[in-house]
Structures are given as C-alpha cells and as structure tokens.
C-alpha cells in the first residue's frame, strides 16, 4: 500500500504531449459469434455471444485475458498518467481520517473509521466526540486477514452495549459471516460464527434479544438445503443463541416468503420487540411483521398498504412511514399495544418535499426529507405540530441520525464542496455543533460554483441538474465535462464531497450530476416514472441533460464524458447506444447490458420488481426497446468507451461487460477504443481495497483526459494545508 504521494519537483517535469501523439495498440481478435435464438412473444432475438457467459469456459478466461492486456497496453501508454497517478494517490490517501455508521447502545459509541493507508474501514469504539485519541480499535480486518482484501459489510451492537455482531466478507462477493465480538476486550468471542448471514444478493440483518443472549438473522440457504441455483434466494429468518451450534439455530420467519424476499431487522431499545420488513425484491414492495414478548409474530402491513419503514419510538408505539396515497410519503403512529393498521392514526401528512426516513425521539420526529437531490432533516412533536428545520448545510445531504439522550441528536452532513462531518445538534438551542468526527479536505473546493438548473426531458418533464465549475469559468463550449446520473432503485444521488471530482475541477473540468426519474428525489411516482415499461423515461432525462449542457455552452458533445455504475452503467449503455453522437468519452462500470437475460442470474431476480421480466410481453417490449447489447448498430461511429467488471460481483454479472464489449467491437465504425477492464480480484465496488480503487480511477481519468483532448496540469493543484496532527 502507498501511503499519501507529494507531487515531486521531478514529477512536474514529466513530458505531457497532445494524446494524438501516441500510437495506439493494436486491436484484440475479435470474439467467435455462436448464435443462439429465443424467441419471446414471437419475437426472435439472435445472441452471438451467449457462450461469453460461462466464467468457467477456458475460452472466454482466453477472450478476458487478451481484452485485459490490449487495455492495458492502451491504458499504460497514455500521456500525463503519472502525474495522474500522483495526484489521485495523494488526494485518495490523504490521511485525515473519514467516519461512518455511528450506533450507540447502552452508552457505547461504535462506528467505522476510514483512515489511509489501510486498505478497509475499521470498526472503533468512539471514546469522545470532541477528541479521536481517546478512540479506540475495536476490530481491524486488515489484522483479520493481512491480504487487505476482507471487509465489514456491516455490524450491530447488543443493547447492553457489550457485544457487537459483525459482517465480513471478502474479495468483494459480499458473502458475509458473522462473528461477535467482546466490546470491552476488542477480542472475538469463541467459536461464533454464524455463517452466510449476508450477500450481494439479498443482503443481510441481525437483531439482538433484550438480554445480548443471542439474535434473530438473516440466514440464507446452506450446504444441500437448497440446489446451487437456489443458494443466493429463499433468505429466512432464524434464531441463534450464543454458545450454541448454528446447525441448532431455530426458525423465526420466512417460509411463505418470496423467493427473492429480503429482509431488514430492528429491534426497540429495550429489545421487547423486533421488526422484519421485508422487501418483494427490489420493486420497493414490504411486507412488515413484528416479533413481541409473547414471542409470536404478527404481520402488520402487506405490499398493498404501502408501508415502507418502520421505526420504534419510545412512547409504547411505532411509527411508520407509508406511501399509500401518498406518493411522497406520510407518518403514522401504531400503538405496539394494538399492532394493526386499523389503529395506526396519521401524525404527519403528505408534505412538498418526500419523506425517506423518520427517527422518534422522546418528545418530537425527525424526518428526513429529499428535495430533488439535496435533503433537509425536519422536525415535529408527537402529535405532529411543526418544530421546524435543523440548520444544516445549502444544497447538502444529511444522514445518519444516532439518538442522544432525550431528544439530541448525531448527524452527518456534507456537500459537493465540504467533506462530511458528524454534527451534535441540541434540540433545546436549535444547534448544530461539529464534532471532532470530521475529514479535512485533500482539494480545496471554495472556488466552486454549485449551479441547480433544470432541463426538460422528451414528455416535458423537468429534471433536476447540479452543475459544479469554478468560478470565472466561460461559458464558450470548450470545458472538459463530465456528467453522471442514476436514475433508479428509487435511490437519489445526493450531494457529497469527491475529491477526484475536486481534481477535474482543478483541472479546468465541469462536473454535473443529474437527479432522473427512476430514483428517490420526488417520491413513489417519480420512481415509478423510471422503472418497469417506463424506463425509457431515465434515458430521455439523462439526453436531456446532456443536451443542456451543450445548448448552454458549457460543453461541447466531443469534450463531453458521462460516467455511471451499475444501474447507471446500464444507463451508460442506453445514452451511447441511442445517441453516440453526444459523447466524446464514456466510462460504465459493474453495468447491466443484456436486459433479456439478466433476471437468469441470481441477483437479476431481485431486480424483476424494478426492470420488469421477459415473461411479460410488455416489459419484454420495453426491455428489448433499450436493452444496451441489442441496441448496438453496425456501422456507427460510437465513441470512446471504458467498461470495468469485477469477477466476483453478485449483483451484476460480469458477463454483462464482456457481451457488450464483444458486441460494440465488432460493430463500431469508428477507430475510437472499446476497452474492457475486468478485475480478478474485486466485486461490485463494496469491499475494493484501498490501493485496488486508486489504480481504477488513475485508469479512468487517464482515458477520459485522453479522449476529450486534455492535458494533466500539475501546476493547477492547488495546495492545502495539512490535517491537524492527532
């Protein structure tokens, strides 16, 4: 692991020439076609490259191997890459330290601690918020296992505060075990280790009991339970007592579940009683059971009432955040006495801005609301008179929400252009104090302009765009611009601070994102406006935006990238393959390409409840309209094009990358590269270790910078001062 890199006076004196000056490489055989046909509803689709599938087929490891290394040698031999490299090492591992999921029980403050050059976040125990050295380390995985490749996917204290349940996973599959762990000796407690708790697929929970004597989880199928196609569905819930073997583990919940269900637990303070909501795949549909002292468990809601979270307060009732005829969500209080929906009394209605999480305290609610991309956090009492809004920063998110006495608060709150920081907010003086919790800036972002615009999609839809530029910067469609987006999951993307977006701004870059329909930013219908048989609509937004972006001068299509992942590399794959002409550069990572086969592997039957099935002859339609792998035409000119994968991803499979980079090969007409990055050793990006991400970005900045013409500058660095020493 390289620790922070200074950029060197010899450095600064490498040769930087005009990418035209490089000779490119030449291009990899191309991929044997094998055609296969389906026919779907009487259509019938041709596949050449379904044998590509196979990870296991020596000739497609062959194919990966030669893509590997003409990436490679295209990559390695791209101008101003080393001073690439040393800024992106230096401002990724600036060693101020990054905090994350804080969780108090019983007086004990745990959280995550991301301090380069460690390869993983630890988990500490957080001795005071106003001074890190009296934090200690409660469990390293880099002690765990010295490879740096294990994680923590996630961790849960018991209510006592004494012993802490923690996930890990290695190599990024995701395919977390859990271990528990002796809070006040930081020693793993012996011979516990309940396996398979979480996975990339349906992820995972875990509830303590009220004594700390054992747990509910999220069990999924072991050894020959199951068939190895159902090895990564059919999650249950069991209990597991401490000192027991897991084979003896007792069954809870989940036999008349879906095959695709996952499920969420939390237990109330006092750990009396436990909810289970669990999720129809990733559709946004719940179901809600609570588990209470008589030891039996009742179902509160079903997907048609619409409820979506569910919190405990401390007053004897829950409070539960709904969408039913209200897309944007509204509160209602159920007495734990009386858990049945017919009891439950609306304490918040439907507001203007959408509701996404609710925290009850000892008197009042805190609401965590989105606002098109930005989030407030807004107060009320228990009967749901307005209390307010906590001071937080413009145009930020806000997250966290660890509950501090009676009616206090820890938060987390940060910006495009201020890295996140945990705040104490006092409810009796309305103030929001920083804490010692809080990341220095490796780039200085104070002469960055935050724009918040709006383009109009294809139907008229206004689609909310954040533009971030420097200062002073002209508006003569000749800025480097880099555009990214989303747009599903009924998940926003929120402002945060970047630091290598932070580089591209020094660098004389534009930076924009776009809020689209498919997300969280407007509520249930904004999402539904996104997903199923109206996912073009994401597609259009994103053109929209891009569009804007040339229109209003700040760029123009050839000096204009677009990144996205996952969702939003399948999102990549739309916006080039219906309109390459926008784009000079592309880069989609860990993306979903062949729409028509996807819900065939593990994770792509979790997302039939967002993207639709083939099954249906309307979503097939839809599906087959934009599915990136069909919608590739002979004969275009597409531009230049970076797909990554990670061969041990669960959510998408890495077969996605290697179609589609099979595919636009051997069709573009353009001399412009189609390269594939395929990683052995990573997954879907959760888990990727320090040192394995920085040498990701050096490869993706080095191939933008190259494909939009621009040339590294050191000397537009602009110096920071150095994190207080601790």
């Known amino acids: 692991m390289k620790s922070r890199i200074a950029v060197t006076t010899a450095a600064l004196m490498l040769p930087l020439v005009a990418a035209a000056a490089g000779k490119a490489p030449a291009k990899p055989a191309a991929a044997e076609k094998q055609p296969v046909e389906t026919t779907y509803h009487g259509t019938t689709v041709s596949d050449p490259y379904q044998w590509m599938e196979s990870a296991t087929d020596p000739k497609v490891q062959q194919w990966t191997d030669s893509q590997n290394t003409y990436t490679r040698a295209y990559l390695d031999k791209l101008p101003g890459r ?17 905090y994350g999921g804080l969780d108090e029980q019983g007086g004990t403050l745990l959280g995550l601690k991301y301090q380069p050059p460690k390869q993983q976040p630890t988990l500490i125990v957080v001795g005071s918020l106003d001074d890190t050295s009296k934090e200690r380390v409660l469990v390293d995985p880099t002690v765990v296992d010295t490879s740096g490749k294990t994680t923590i996917d996630w961790f849960q204290l018991s209510h006592d505060g004494k012993k802490v349940a923690v996930s890990m996973s290695k190599s990024g599959t995701e395919s977390g075990d859990v271990t528990v762990w002796d809070v006040a000796t930081a020693k793993a407690v012996p011979n516990e280790l309940v396996p398979r708790v979480n996975s990339g697929t349906a992820g995972g929970s875990l509830a303590w009991n009220a004594q700390g004597t054992g747990f509910f989880y999220t069990r999924h199928p072991r050894g020959e339970e ?17 000192g027991t073997p897991t084979e003896k583990d007792t069954y809870a919940l989940g036999k008349d579940f879906p095959r695709i269900a996952m499920t969420e637990l939390e237990s109330s303070d006092d750990g009396q009683y436990t909810f289970a909501r669990v999720a129809n795949g990733d559709g946004g549909e719940y179901d809600l059971y609570l588990h209470g002292p008589k030891g039996t468990w009742t179902q509160v809601a079903k997907y048609a009432d619409k409820v979506v979270a569910a919190r405990f307060g401390g007053d004897g009732a829950a409070y539960l955040l709904s969408r039913k005829d209200a897309p944007k969500g509204k509160v209602l209080r159920l007495p734990l006495a009386t858990p049945t929906l017919d009891k439950a009394t609306v304490i918040v209605p439907e507001g203007e801005a959408t509701v996404q999480a609710v925290v009850p305290t000892k008197s009042r609610l805190y609401l965590l609301e989105q606002l098109g991309g930005p989030s407030q956090l807004r107060m009320v009492d228990l009967t749901g008179k307005a209390l307010g809004l906590v001071p937080t920063l413009p145009v930020s998110s806000v997250g966290g929400l660890v509950r501090q006495g009676a009616d206090d608060l820890l938060v987390v709150n940060g910006s495009f252009t201020q890295p996140a920081a945990w705040f104490r907010y006092s409810a009796e003086g309305n103030k929001l104090t920083k804490t010692a919790l809080a990341r220095t800036a490796p780039v200085d972002m104070s002469d960055v302009e935050v724009v918040r615009t709006e383009a109009t999609s294809k139907d008229g839809t206004k689609v909310p765009l954040t533009i971030l530029k420097k200062k002073g910067t002209k508006l003569n469609g000749n800025n480097p611009t880099l555009l990214t987006g989303y747009g599903g999951f009924n998940v926003s993307i929120s402002p945060g601070y970047n630091p290598v977006t932070g580089m591209w701004l020094e660098q004389g870059g534009v930076f924009a994102v776009a809020n689209l329909r498919g997300g969280s930013e407007f509520g249930e219908e904004w999402h539904k406006g996104g997903s199923l048989t109206k ?48 784009y000079g550069a592309v880069v989609a990572r860990v993306g979903i390409y062949d729409m028509l086969r996807t819900e065939l592997t593990p994770n792509g039957q979790f997302n039939v409840t ?117």
């Open 82 to 98: 080393e001073p690439l490299r040393q800024r992106i090492t230096e401002i990724l591992s600036w060693k101020s330290p990054g």
């Open 226 to 242: 199951r068939p190895p196609a159902d090895r990564d569905v059919y999650q249950q819930v069991y209990f597991h007592t401490l």
């Open 535 to 582: 996912k073009q609509n994401v597609f259009d937004d994103f053109y929209a935006c891009a569009k804007l972006l040339v229109d209003q001068k700040y760029t123009q299509p050839k000096k204009l990238a677009i990144q996205g992942g996952s969702n939003g590399g399948l999102l990549m794959g739309a916006a080039l393959t219906q309109h390459p002409e926008q």
């Open 610 to 726: 967002e993207y639709g099935s083939v099954k249906d002859p309307e979503q097939f339609k839809a599906l087959y309209n934009y599915s990136p792998v069909h919608q590739v035409k002979d004969g275009t000119k597409y531009p230049s094009v970076l797909f990554t994968s990670g061969a041990n991803d669960p959510r998408v499979d890495p077969y996605h990358s290697r179609k589609m980079v099979a595919r636009m090969q051997a069709a573009t007409a353009s001399p412009k590269p189609i390269l594939l990055r395929a990683d052995a050793e990573t997954g879907h990006g959760l888990g990727t270790p320090l040192a394995a991400r920085i040498e990701e970005e050096v490869d993706v900045y080095s191939f933008v910078f190259n494909e939009l013409g621009m040339t590294y500058k050191p000397n537009a660095t602009k110096k920071v001062s150095a994190p207080a020493p601790k």
